[in-house]
T-cell receptor, first 112, second 111 residues
Framework: EPEVTQTPSHQVTQMGQEVILRCVPISNHLYFYWYRQILGQKVEFLVSFYNNEISEKSEIFDDQFSVERPDGSNFTLKIRSTKLEDSAMYFC??????????FGPGTRLTVL | QQQVKQSPQSLIVQKGGISIINCAYENTAFDYFPWYQQFPGKGPALLIAIRPDVSEKKEGRFTISFNKSAKQFSLHIMDSQPGDSATYFCASSGATNKLIFGTGTLLAVQP
């Protein structure tokens, strides 16, 4: 069964550094999302992406964040200058027609 | 208007019992209500979902009950098993398809 994959599984970085989290959505899917989950808390929407542009973003998704689909398979989330409070699990999700979202296993980001 | 409230925060059920988790939403524009199951260290996995044109949907041991007038929906897990022990999240979405998640319920099924 096709699945969403994410790399790396765990990323440790120093505060102020840039990180890029990578996702490979399911191949025929058209809508892509990033969510984050701070330890022990609920999953929060960050951004949605369709037709090579951002469809919607939350107030969390400020100027430090950006997303890109550099080729036909990858979907990336970049944090330009990480803060301590960016430490969380980041999940990528994709869907074919905008209904059922399939989540990847997540990347645990630790900012020191 | 974007909140989804979920209860209880945690739940302990004996093997074979019924687990019931409740959610309430505020935005009447929401039209898709999924439940996700999450095991430690894993991403959320879709369990079952419902749209407001039906009041109940059943898939195996899992049933969603939906009350549109009360803006509430619930997950029932029949014959709960130790393998069902996980965190369960309800969610809601509307036209933009972004999922608004509840706060989660940690379910422990005791053997």
């Amino acid at each position: 069964e096709p699945e969403v994959t994410q790399t790396p599984s765990h990323q440790v970085t120093q505060m102020g550094q840039e990180v890029i989290l990578r996702c490979v959505p399911i191949s025929n899917h058209l809508y892509f999302y990033w969510y984050r989950q701070i330890l022990g808390q609920k999953v929060e929407f960050l951004v949605s992406f369709y037709n090579n542009e951002i469809s919607e973003k939350s107030e969390i998704f400020d100027d430090q964040f950006s997303v890109e689909r550099p080729d036909g398979s990858n979907f990336t989330l970049k944090i330009r200058s990480t803060k301590l409070e960016d430490s969380a699990m980041y999940f990528c999700a994709s869907t074919a027609m905008g209904d059922t979202q399939y989540f990847g296993p997540g990347t645990r980001l630790t900012v020191l | 208007q974007q909140q989804v409230k979920q209860s209880p925060q945690s739940l302990i059920v004996q093997k074979g019992g019924i687990s019931i988790i409740n959610c309430a939403y505020e935005n009447t524009a929401f039209d898709y209500f999924p439940w996700y199951q999450q095991f430690p260290g894993k991403g959320p996995a879709l369990l079952i979902a419902i749209r407001p044109d039906v009041s109940e949907k059943k898939e195996g041991r899992f049933t969603i009950s939906f009350n549109k007038s009360a803006k509430q929906f619930s997950l029932h897990i029949m014959d709960s098993q130790p393998g069902d022990s996980a965190t369960y999240f309800c969610a809601s979405s509307g036209a933009t398809n972004k999922l608004i998640f509840g706060t989660g319920t940690l379910l422990a099924v005791q053997p």
